[in-house]
């Protein structure tokens, strides 16, 4: 009997699991088998596995093989197994020590001519095996710079088989001269960061845009098409700060997993920006796909902003699945293969017109829309979905005045500026809890650490007349402590009470 083990890792989600990687040679007729619950692709590492030992060189055993991917219970699949598997095998056919490759973990997929291919999720993958005691890591060149950034990692980079094998112990004649395989991503988009300096006018969203930078806050905005909704929703991400280290590595193992990271960049530092179109399909923005779950739109635009352009028009069952994120910061995903939980703590702004014409503006004397046409247009926001969301304006047509206004437009450093500071003072106030933003807070500890009654008669009234649920009023209390912290008060009076209950109700909770 021989017998050779290595390690892999397999990922559900972010989550990372250390898998031992057992090969059992057996004196019978020659064949493979691979247990463990492996997925289709991971089943098909067999084929893939025998032509890549045999392009590199080496022999393959003709005895029985039994290749155990442990712990048996957890579902496995990708091709991130092949490079284990084939270590494996060799190590117990005498080929490699047996005893320096269960020592590593390996990652990798297999070309059928030898070659290292790269695969997504090493990131993650490789700061599992460095939490779990295993720091040494043999990945593909081309996940070497992305698999350095995990700290504490002892990565060796390897073109083929070949090269791990020779490292391994293996003796090849002559090691096959192959060119190292390159990761493919989705292209980055090749424009500049966008300023507030270029928005016309629109000072009351813009100030609105500010308090959201600050708290974290989602954004509905309601208004005519050319207002220059869109053109605020792309500047909201250069008002927010840079993301801090355990920020970053969170939000570059998501895009690690999505394959739209370039490791060449180091950590994701800025907030990302995802703006899916209305034809997206749940899979598409929430995550899903076929066997285990990949990350969507909204968890690719964790800790920075997710844009839905045209809100009425994505489709309701894409809607109604924001309302879990929006209220946990996560997203679980439930499929036959497994459960996948991506992160998804991301600030959503939507944007609407007023009525499927768009000219629903002032007194609405250009609308050509029936007054059922409008309320059945708006109606696809639904209240649960509306009800979190925290400030709520319109956005009214740029004026000849606002055009020709002089003076320079604030940009967005400026306002950067003003939002840093008041993430600071809510971070110090807040070092002691679970949150970060005013935007998290549990309703909770906003009544408990709230002004006075005499601060929220106007909330109480908005209450009693059913203008705001109770969770609308635990979020104007959340808007009140950010503008609070923008005018550097130690806590909101009834004037910040106000302006919440203003920027909440789109001016209907006017007292």
């Not at 083990?5 to 691979?34: D, K, Q, W």
């Not at 073109?159 to 003796?171: I, R």
């Not at 690690?256 to 399909?281: D, I, W």
């Not at 499929?335 to 996948?340: E, F, K, L, N, Y």
Request: hydrophobic content about 45%; glycine content about 10%.
């Amino acid at each position: 009997m021989a017998l050779g083990r290595t390690r892999a890792v397999s990922l559900v989600g972010l989550t990372g699991h250390v898998v031992e990687v057992e090969a059992h040679l057996a004196a019978s007729v020659p064949g493979f088998v691979l247990v463990g619950l492996p997925d289709a692709s991971l089943a098909e590492a067999r084929d893939r596995v025998r032509a890549a030992v045999t392009s590199s060189g080496l022999s393959w055993p003709q005895r029985r093989i039994t290749v155990n991917l442990s712990p048996a219970s957890l579902p496995k699949g990708g091709s991130a197994f092949d490079l284990a598997v084939a270590v494996a095998t060799l190590a117990g056919a005498g080929v490699c020590d047996p005893v320096r490759v269960a020592d590593w973990v390996h990652i990798g997929e297999l070309g059928l001519d030898g070659r290292l291919r790269p695969v997504r999720g090493v990131l993650p993958a490789v700061a599992t095996a460095v939490a779990a005691g295993h720091p040494r890591v043999v990945v593909p060149s081309a996940n070497a710079e992305e698999a350095r950034l995990v700290p504490g990692a002892h990565v060796r980079a390897a073109a083929s088989l070949a090269e791990v094998a020779v490292e391994h112990g293996a003796e090849i004649d002559e090691v096959p001269d192959v060119e190292p395989a390159q990761a493919e991503v989705v292209p980055a988009p090749g424009r500049r960061t966008p300023d507030l300096a270029d928005v016309v006018g629109q000072r009351a969203a813009r100030w609105a845009l500010e308090v959201a930078a600050a708290g974290g806050h989602h954004v509905l905005m309601v208004g005519p098409p050319g207002a220059g909704k869109t053109m605020l929703a792309e500047r909201l991400p250069g008002l927010l700060p840079d993301l801090d280290e355990d920020e970053a590595v969170e939000v570059t193992a998501v895009h690690s997993v999505a394959g739209t990271f370039r490791p060449h960049e180091g950590l994701l530092r800025r907030p990302p920006f995802e703006s899916p179109h209305h034809t997206a399909t749940p899979a598409a923005v929430v995550g899903g796909g076929s066997g285990l779950p990949r990350p969507g739109a909204a968890s690719r635009a964790h800790r920075g902003v997710l844009f839905m352009d045209e809100a009425p028009e994505f489709s309701p069952r894409v809607l109604q699945t924001l309302r879990q994120p929006l209220e946990d910061g996560e997203l679980v995903i439930h499929r036959a293969g497994g459960t996948a939980r991506f992160p998804a703590r991301f600030q959503l702004v939507l944007a609407a017109n007023p009525c499927p014409c768009g000219q629903a503006v002032g007194k609405g004397l250009a609308c050509a829309c029936t007054p059922m046409a409008r309320r059945r247009y708006f109606s696809r926001l639904s209240g649960p979905l509306l009800d979190r969301v925290d400030l709520q304006l319109e956005v009214l047509p740029v004026t000849r005045a606002d055009r020709r206004a002089g003076g320079d437009p604030e940009r967005s450093v400026d306002v950067a500026a003003r939002v840093r500071r008041a993430r600071a003072a809510a971070s110090e106030r807040l070092a002691r809890t679970p949150w970060r933003t005013n935007g998290e807070v549990a309703g909770s500890w906003l009544r408990a650490h709230g002004p006075g009654p005499a601060a929220h008669r106007d909330l109480d009234r908005a209450l009693d007349s059913g203008l705001l649920s109770l969770r609308g009023a635990d979020r104007v209390l959340r808007v009140a402590w950010t503008l609070a912290d923008l005018a550097g008060l130690d806590r909101p009076g009834s004037a910040e009470i106000g302006q919440a209950l203003l920027l909440r109700t789109r001016g209907q909770g006017q007292p």
